[in-house]
């Protein structure tokens, strides 16, 4: 910013023609792009309801055998929410688009935060590929039951890569109206569902029955919330688009709790609803029998097979949806680290058209077509493999971030004398941070369970591995930055402010 005294970029042009091309001026996302409205279906977009309601739901109630899955989603929001509480307070201190890593360098150090870079950049990266497995098995479906022809899933999947890749190097606004479509019409025609199960209830009639604690019982209730924290991912992502809101100290707290109590109270209710179709003593083994299929039979019984037919168009542009939605969070985080020097400096630069991240966005692209190719070349199944893996790598990821970031808030506002009035925001933190990694402890324990494999296969320690190596190698590239680029070190979590700063140093060095 000028002061005064400053000369006018405009006076100084023709004494320096450079000035044009500072290296600042590329490192900042356009700011004002995305307002609550907008920014609120990014975030609920990313928790894809239609597959949630469709594929999560049914699975946990066939491998957790728990009647009161109701329950868990109010649980879980009442976690989050907590977690939320000092996570949002931390929102109004840094503002930058690698949220999860830049306040656990805030509070715990940039050593902690490279380590915390490369796991967010690995997970969300996971989450997004792993989607496209989804996308194309459904897309297949689609085909076969509307035009009877037989398109293997990897097709979709890479038209969709693509198509991903334009929306995701074009400005933020133009994404989110995109977004709030397809989330509009995913909601309402679950919402439809829910109104047709409750209309005609199976024969156990309309039953509060799994709104009881007593029913909360089954394989085990940590591991029931590592499945259910599936349908809140995406809340988090909030902060990272901080920078491209007009008031992000406003805009970014009022939409990460928005978005925890629409998403608590929509599946809560989805999911008894679902009970009281089949009847609460029938729902675990209709699950089991139908798996993905059972709303879908459901809904037909009720609404006919055509509007069953529909709600699988709107599954699959649900899954689109969240697709994009994550896309957008990855090339958010790179573009983040390229900026700070954790990442090459290219990755680090803005769109000077659309002022998105747009060699972030290259970059999750070329992930996602390596990644979908493998898993084709290899002949991988869409579903069990690709979709299956990648998410739970990524839900790992995205726990382990925010354990971490609970105590690096405690850590980041005990370090700043501020105890005393923030004192329970801290304590909220504490109490979510300890139940965070309870859970995160169950998903690793449990890890075969969440991918339906054996006992004994080695994936069960072989995927939490890459979050591991993540988080290690971040750690150790993080202490190397330390001793040899201490400059850079410096930096990490600083985000635009720091390139504020270089920015106005080149300006006077010029002048």
Same mark, same amino acid.
């Given at each position: 910013?000028?002061?005064?005294?400053?000369?006018?970029?405009?006076?100084?042009?023709?004494?320096?023609?450079?000035?044009?091309?500072?290296?600042?001026?590329?490192?900042?996302?356009?700011?004002?792009?995305?307002?609550?409205?907008?920014?609120?279906?990014?975030?609920?977009?990313?928790?894809?309801?239609?597959?949630?309601?469709?594929?999560?739901?049914?699975?946990?109630?066939?491998?957790?055998?728990?009647?009161?899955?109701?329950?868990?989603?109010?649980?879980?929001?009442?976690?989050?929410?907590?977690?939320?509480?000092?996570?949002?307070?931390?929102? /109004?201190?840094?503002?930058?688009?690698?949220?999860?890593?830049?306040?656990?360098?805030?509070?715990?150090?940039?050593?902690?935060?490279?380590?915390?870079?490369?796991?967010?950049?690995?997970?969300?990266?996971?989450?997004? %590929?792993?989607?496209?497995?989804?996308?194309?098995?459904?897309?297949?479906?689609?085909?076969?039951?509307?035009?009877?022809?037989?398109?293997?899933?990897?097709?979709?999947?890479?038209?969709?890569?693509?198509?991903?890749?334009?929306?995701?190097?074009?400005?933020?606004?133009?994404?989110?109206?995109?977004?709030?479509?397809?989330?509009?019409?995913?909601?309402?025609?679950?919402?439809?569902?829910?109104?047709?199960?409750?209309?005609?209830?199976?024969?156990?009639?309309?039953?509060?029955?799994?709104?009881?604690?007593?029913?909360?019982?089954?394989?085990?209730?940590?591991?029931?919330?590592?499945?259910?924290?599936?349908?809140?991912?995406?809340?988090?992502?909030?902060?990272?688009?901080?920078?491209?809101?007009?008031?992000?100290?406003?805009?970014?707290? /009022?939409?990460?709790?928005?978005?925890?109590?629409?998403?608590?109270?929509?599946?809560?209710?989805?999911?008894?609803?679902?009970?009281?179709?089949?009847?609460?003593?029938?729902?675990?083994?209709?699950?089991?029998?139908?798996?993905?299929?059972?709303?879908?039979?459901?809904?037909?019984?009720?609404?006919?097979?055509?509007?069953?037919?529909?709600?699988?168009?709107?599954?699959?542009?649900?899954?689109?949806?969240?697709?994009?939605?994550?896309?957008?969070?990855?090339?958010?985080?790179?573009?983040?680290?390229?900026?700070?020097?954790?990442?090459?400096?290219? %990755?680090?630069?803005?769109?000077?058209?659309?002022?998105?991240?747009?060699?972030?966005?290259?970059?999750?692209?070329?992930?996602?077509?390596?990644?979908?190719?493998?898993?084709?070349?290899?002949?991988?199944?869409?579903?069990?493999?690709?979709?299956?893996?990648?998410?739970?790598?990524?839900?790992?990821?995205?726990?382990?971030?925010?354990?971490?970031?609970?105590?690096?808030?405690?850590?980041?506002?005990?370090?700043?004398?501020?105890?005393?009035?923030?004192?329970?925001?801290?304590?909220?933190?504490?109490?979510?941070?300890?139940?965070?990694?309870?859970?995160?402890?169950?998903?690793?324990?449990?890890?075969?369970?969440?991918?339906?494999?054996?006992?004994?296969?080695?994936?069960?320690?072989?995927?939490?591995?890459?979050?591991?190596?993540?988080?290690?190698?971040?750690?150790?590239?993080?202490?190397?930055? /330390?001793?040899?680029?201490?400059?850079?070190?410096?930096?990490?979590?600083?985000?635009?402010?720091?390139?504020?700063?270089?920015?106005?140093?080149? /300006?006077?060095?010029?002048?």
């Amino acid at each position: 910013m000028l002061t005064g005294s400053e000369p006018s970029p405009r006076t100084t042009a023709s004494k320096a023609p450079a000035i044009k091309t500072y290296r600042g001026e590329e490192q900042a996302l356009r700011a004002g792009r995305i307002g609550t409205p907008g920014l609120l279906l990014s975030v609920l977009a990313a928790s894809a309801p239609m597959m949630v309601v469709a594929g999560v739901m049914p699975t946990t109630y066939a491998v957790m055998g728990i009647v009161a899955q109701p329950l868990l989603y109010v649980i879980l929001g009442v976690v989050l929410a907590l977690f939320s509480v000092g996570y949002a307070e931390m929102s /109004r201190h840094v503002h930058n688009a690698g949220a999860f890593y830049a306040y656990i360098s805030r509070g715990l150090g940039g050593t902690a935060g490279t380590g915390a870079a490369f796991v967010a950049l690995i997970a969300y990266a996971a989450l997004q %590929v792993g989607i496209y497995g989804i996308f194309g098995f459904q897309v297949s479906s689609l085909f076969e039951t509307f035009f009877h022809t037989d398109v293997v899933w990897w097709v979709p999947s890479l038209a969709a890569v693509a198509l991903v890749a334009v929306l995701g190097a074009l400005k933020i606004d133009l994404n989110a109206r995109v977004l709030g479509v397809l989330l509009m019409l995913e909601c309402l025609s679950v919402f439809v569902v829910d109104i047709a199960f409750v209309s005609d209830p199976g024969p156990e009639g309309v039953t509060f029955h799994a709104l009881n604690p007593s029913t909360l019982t089954g394989a085990g209730l940590g591991t029931a919330l590592c499945f259910v924290i599936a349908g809140f991912t995406g809340f988090e992502q909030a902060p990272v688009y901080a920078e491209e809101t007009s008031r992000p100290h406003v805009v970014v707290s /009022r939409v990460m709790f928005s978005a925890i109590g629409f998403t608590a109270v929509f599946f809560a209710l989805s999911s008894w609803a679902m009970g009281v179709a089949t009847g609460p003593s029938k729902i675990v083994g209709a699950s089991q029998e139908a798996s993905a299929g059972l709303i879908f039979g459901l809904s037909a019984d009720r609404l006919g097979s055509s509007f069953s037919d529909v709600l699988g168009v709107f599954f699959a542009t649900g899954i689109f949806a969240s697709m994009l939605s994550f896309h957008n969070v990855v090339a958010r985080y790179a573009f983040a680290m390229g900026r700070e020097g954790l990442l090459p400096s290219a %990755v680090g630069r803005a769109s000077r058209t659309s002022g998105a991240p747009a060699f972030g966005s290259l970059l999750q692209t070329v992930i996602a077509l390596c990644v979908v190719s493998a898993f084709a070349l290899t002949g991988k199944d869409p579903v069990d493999d690709l979709f299956i893996w990648m998410g739970n790598v990524g839900a790992l990821g995205v726990l382990l971030l925010m354990a971490t970031s609970s105590l690096a808030v405690v850590v980041f506002f005990v370090r700043r004398g501020a105890v005393a009035a923030q004192g329970w925001r801290l304590a909220a933190a504490t109490v979510a941070g300890i139940a965070l990694t309870v859970i995160m402890v169950y998903a690793v324990v449990d890890f075969d369970m969440l991918l339906g494999s054996d006992p004994d296969s080695a994936l069960r320690w072989v995927l939490p591995g890459v979050i591991a190596i993540a988080a290690v190698g971040g750690l150790v590239y993080g202490l190397l930055l /330390r001793f040899r680029r201490p400059a850079v070190h410096a930096r990490i979590g600083l985000g635009h402010e720091a390139y504020q700063l270089e920015l106005a140093a080149q /300006r006077q060095t010029t002048d």
